[in-house]
């Protein structure tokens, strides 16, 4: 093998970061989850030119200006939308999907369900800090009920959301839990998420260090922390990764929940063979309005 | 006889909508020139349904007022359109007999039409057919009786349209609209009303809708995405997508709400596709947001609004040009959008290749508003030669420029560029953050400056952009008028009255409504003496709008209504008349007549 | 000495803003008038942070330009924030002299302060308190010595501040505190600047910012429902509704996003209950469509957009006056819709309390434009006398008029009485859809344009409401300005440097900004002979506003430019000393001098 | 008992009936649902001026303008913030939200998951036709995977959304499904959905008769239809009902597919509770200035 040369040279971890400094708060989490996906981004070995990295507004979605691929810091909440017509308009890139848990279950709550059901090729990566970070420390979805915050002086009187039950009902091909208390597992996920072909979701447990409670941190998270494998949870049933998921919030699951043994063809490829196959229909665009005359 | 305007009304079943497509493809295929328009009770299935087809030797401007000839296969659901159909003392009624109504005693207030048939057009059909579905096919056959059109081209096209469904059908069909026309034969009409034949050849006349026309047009010019989400009346530009786009290599994504498909439409423009979303007033609303991302994100857009009654929910299935402040005003912060209007199904090929055009050459959203009568009239319009037509394309980075790629570099013209991923060398953040010339954040104030200075400065080309109004009757008249959208062709046919009754008329109509070109009005407006913008709005948008950045002479007025209520090409006549007795200048005694 | 202006900047450990805070609330307590604001890098926690604090002894309009007293914890820290702290050669330089900087080498460009104090506040921090925190109460030592101000009631602050957190604490701060006056007595500055000492009592003025004002102002206006987004510069109105309106009754609902922020507050209003939201500019773009079913339903609705830069995500925490074209134009279809804005942090009271009794009185959703630099800076305010006020709430039904009720009754005055559910005889249909005047669904034109009619009739009272106005200065003056928003504190200042100049000038200041009071501008206009309308945007909006509907003089021209780099007074004199010159008319000859 | 007099006479379905005429199609399913609802309040017996129903934007839309409640036909897909709010302001008040499958699971999606969490005590009907009504027959979230539509031309590419378990998944108190074609089991479902104290959803499937295709009609939903008593569900468990969710689609179960045995405290009633508390601190809300003075 040795002696073949290879066409690229294989992409490290390095080439994926670029110039900009992160603007987060000492030991934020998202840093963790940045490495992360600096280490898995060079497993997968696409050239940074060939990935476009969207993500809406929060903290966490600043995280595509860190690395070198083309990124699409857009409009709070609306990531998964703008995702998925780069990838329709170009199925050949490798489109990867961040942001903050009120960015995707609270303002972008409603693209999740549709962006999982047409099962396009895209890899979601959620940084849950249980808080609005960047707008400095309200109450976020997936804020434990009883939370006091900015927003709830007198605490919280709502039921989190659970993004991994959601997205399992949602019929995600693939879903993960990573922390960067684990970064080995966390890179390993989002890895394996890139690699999944379909839509694939991964929530880190990625703590805010300036608004989040004490038992978001991840000194905290190690007590909550039990590999998936640990618990012999087989990640093709869906139906026990859903009971699983029930416990997010308490137990902080890490590794593969779920992953469809058996892929269905995702909307990228589906469209791909119909163009194909209406591409010899075409009358050349010069002639379109041919159609209208009364023959 | 040289115009024709046929109104039919009849409930859901009857089939007028469809007989007035059998007519209106016959009249186009003959070399006439036609519109045709339709309109339903507010039941989904079921209610009433009329349609009005107006018919031509010359050109066709709008859907006209009286009708020549009326057809109520039920006076319920006549009269239920109201001022969609009105009867005047020139027109000929033909009514189901069974209804038990009496010629003399017409549930018409106000008015004696000319002449009244009552024929019992449900026995008539049955004894041709057997069955009482052919009414409509009876009642074809009175209109090519009486007014000597399109005979064979309304047989081929019955022929067409029943041949799947079996010979025999075919042949009740020949059969009823021979019965239809040979009681026209027997009943000659007191004062005879044959049509003059077109001039042209058959089958040289295409026949379509705004909506259709905008989509097929977007492909011409490379459109290569839609996202959107229905609504009434702009649906159909979707679902024509949903049919063609696919063979082009393009795809369209059927959105979850209308936030999504802008959004999905600007991402395919960032991967470097040409990209539209199409939509009516809520569905605008909703895409606020990433129209703002759009401009600051420099990214080509066509955003189609077609317009109905608003605010709000509104009218859904009326025209109305209300949304012309919101085209040009929403969106927070300081945004110059370029916004287009067509004034025809024919003129929305144009119309929507510039939108691409513009969109494409100076990396900006542009919003095109159509209205929901010319979306969703049928007209005749003449071959177009697609030859004539450029199409742009973004500027790409050169291979120099991509070895030290800065996104938004300050270039003369305010234009940067622009790569897409895929581009090795050409790797950027695309955000709604204000950034410098890399495209990195920034807060500072004077960056900011100088990024909204570039992006108003790369559009001030538009403004020497004369080929996007056009002006009509006599350039030097000293009466004006100034129309967008689909009442410019109110105006059209305004300016011929006027002309008739001699007037000095000169018309006025912008394809670019805003930015404003200053110079072209200041132009327009030397020499006037009196003059109206005429709008289908309750405010004069465009009026406004003007004023914003011309001072419009004083003796220039606003003339506007509310929609479902079009102006009337003889109110416009009026108004003008008003004006040139107001000015002590009468151009011509006689039009105190009118 | 009677006006000071302090800057002061450092890490965000380093507690500038703090000592800010403690700076004005001590001034505030003796009866200083006053105004703080802050700004901070793009990190979250932990860049670098800073604060002015002016202090007067008579009313201060804006934050003031360049520095009287600069305080450097850090150059680097103080360079990032370049045109927010301006020192110039009439400054007092005090810095760390830790970092290593030479004073007669300070990397200022291009000015030289007119003195400069290298202090190793870090180590007197250390000798007073064990610990380098203290370094912010050696500076307010530092400045209570010099400036001799607010010493006693600097003192009672840091006790209470630092209580809770023991005793211990409260005497090492002391003995800081006392370590930089005493710095401050050993080394005399060249020129004395003592500041004269306030009028009025201690404890007697309130001290806030304009989202705490604008929250506690609807609580008084009846406010019973909040629904909204966090978003800055807008949240802590949310903030202050979620610690106090559950104590009224009321409720509050943090929304999944904007749109159903306003939902919530618009299903509250049509339960009958006085309700609001607030947001910046994107969540702005949002609300958009149901700003529109707000105006068609005929529903009270207060929206606050607290403006930042734009277009998009644009400059998050820097003010800008650019969504007055969406404020005024933000909906499809035609509608009218006031907005209103403050221009202080004490008028945020009137204008919010104006807010909800316009929205009640005329059944409409009404927007209060408020900015960044008016939300966020503290401020000073003088006792309010609330009793002065009066609260409106929407007309309700009488029991006649429940007898046959009909929710849109065709009244005189546009307005209809409105009954909510719980309320027997009451029910109705409300809907986006046009309706007749029972409520019922219609698609008819007329209808529509009564409709439309009766819903800009009922505004018309707006027209004279002549005390949503403030003219200052001298109202013949030929010299003018206008100026809305907190520029309008900028112009105040200005009117008075202008007044020093000999300059006879007068300003219009208006709260209520749209629909436009014609009568007001046009006597406005009247015998200007040069005229500035001054705004925070690039576009200058409400100048364009102004000319759809009045007809501005051409000597009135707009001076704006974008959010972030704000307009100073100094500049809009010069601009008045250019206009008043241009007239050939110099009013002063001294006044060429500046 | 009969010679006590009552307070208010009883009220019958024919007291809920407005003047209006519907407008839906000869035979839409719809028709059915209203007459369902009439029936389920008349058990319920609240006056119709204690009423609020809010809806959307569709055929199904337009059910309040049928009733003699207070009603409100909003815009497209916002009809559960609207009613949220009115709820809060106003919890003595029956809230009713009815809508279409595209206004609720398109446009709307968004929304349920947070009216769900928490737990505001409403009741929300949506007529399930898998089909857009009133914009004449496109593409809905429910339609199922190959539906040729007027946007679907070569057949839809994309898996429909899942009601059921998506309700389930973000956690409502309770779930329940019926159809026209069972008019007594569903005015029975919504009646017991109204009383059930806390977020309450009913799927109706309610055939489109002119756009949806033949296999939504009433005729073919008899051989799908199947009562969860007849499957011995046990309707207070969640993933059972998870599971038999899944055939979404396929059976057509109806009947109460779950319903919370110990219900949550409401979010109405924590704020009544919470407003009550505070109100004791109020200052009157003319002296709410006096927090600013700097004593
Ligand atoms: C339309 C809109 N609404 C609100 C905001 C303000 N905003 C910015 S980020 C954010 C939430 C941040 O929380 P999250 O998504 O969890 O990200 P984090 O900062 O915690 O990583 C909000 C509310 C915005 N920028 N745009
Ligand atoms: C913001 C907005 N987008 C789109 C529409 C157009 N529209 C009205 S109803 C509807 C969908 C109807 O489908 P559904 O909700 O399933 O109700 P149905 O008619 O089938 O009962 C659409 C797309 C609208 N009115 N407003
Ligand atoms: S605020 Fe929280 S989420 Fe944001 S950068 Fe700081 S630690 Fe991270
Ligand atoms: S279109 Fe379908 S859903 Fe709408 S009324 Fe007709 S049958 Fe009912
Ligand atoms: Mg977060
Ligand atoms: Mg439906």
Redesign the interface.
Known sequence: MSSIPVERPALQAKDFKSD?KP????GCGDFGVLQAIYRALAGIGR??????F?SG?G?SSRI??YT???????????A???????????P??LVLVAGGDGDG???????V??AI???IDLTYIVMDNQI?????G??S?TSPRGLKT?????GS??????PL??V????ASFVAQGTPADMAGLADVIEQAIRHPGFSFVNVQSPCV?FAPEDQQVKAQRGRMKTLASVGHDSTNR?AA??LA?TYGEVLYTGVLYKDPAP?PT?DA??RE??AK??L??VP?????D????? | MNDLIIGMAGSGGDGVVSAGESLIAAAAYEGYHAMMTKSFGSQVRGGESSCRVRLSTSRVHNPGGALDVAVALNWDDFLRFGAELPVSGDTVVIYESKTGVAPDALPLIGVTPHEVFAIPIADMAKQATGSDKAKTTIVLGLIAGWFDIARESILRGLKKKFARKGEKLVEANEKAFALGEAYAKEHPLKKPRAMERPVGRDGAKMLTDGNDMCAAASIFAGCEFFGGYPITPSTEIMQFHTRELWKYGGAVLQAEDEIAGIGAALGASFAGRKAMTATSGPGMALKTEIMGLATIAELPLVIVDVQRGGPSTGLPTKAEQSDLYMAAFSAHGDVLRPVLAPTSVADTFDVTVQAFNLAEQFQTPVIMLSDQEIAQRKETVDPIDTSAFTVETRKLPSAAELEQYSRFRMTADGVSPVSHPGMPGGNYQGAGIEHNEAGNPTASGRVHHAMNEKRFRKLAPLQARRDLFHIEGDPNAPLAMIAWGSIAGVCREALDLAKAKALNVKLLVPWLLYPIAEDVYRDFFAGVKAGLVVELSFQGQLYHLLRMYVDVPSCVTSFCRSGANPIQPREVVAKLLQASLALQHPINPIATEA
Not at chain 1, 47 to 52: F, G, L, R, T
Not at chain 1, 80 to 90: D, E, F, T
Not at chain 1, 105 to 110: A, D, E, L, P, T
């Open positions: 900009l603007i987060w708060c000492p050239p940074p030119h060939e990935i476009a969207v507004i903290c595509p200006g070198t691929a083309y990124g699409f810091n857009s409009v709070h909440g609306r998964l939308p703008i995702a998925q017509g780069i990838k329709l308009a170009r050949e890139l279950f609270s303002i972008g709550g409603g693209h369900a549709h059901r047409r099962n609005y970070g960047l707008t400095k309200q109450l979805p900015v927003t709830s002086e007198y009187l709502e039921a989190p959301v659970n039950l959601y399992l009902a949602y019929g300036t139906l859903m009971g029930q269905q909307l589906l469209v119909r163009q209406l591409a229909e075409a665009r010069e002639r379109i309005l159609m209208f005359l009364q023959k």
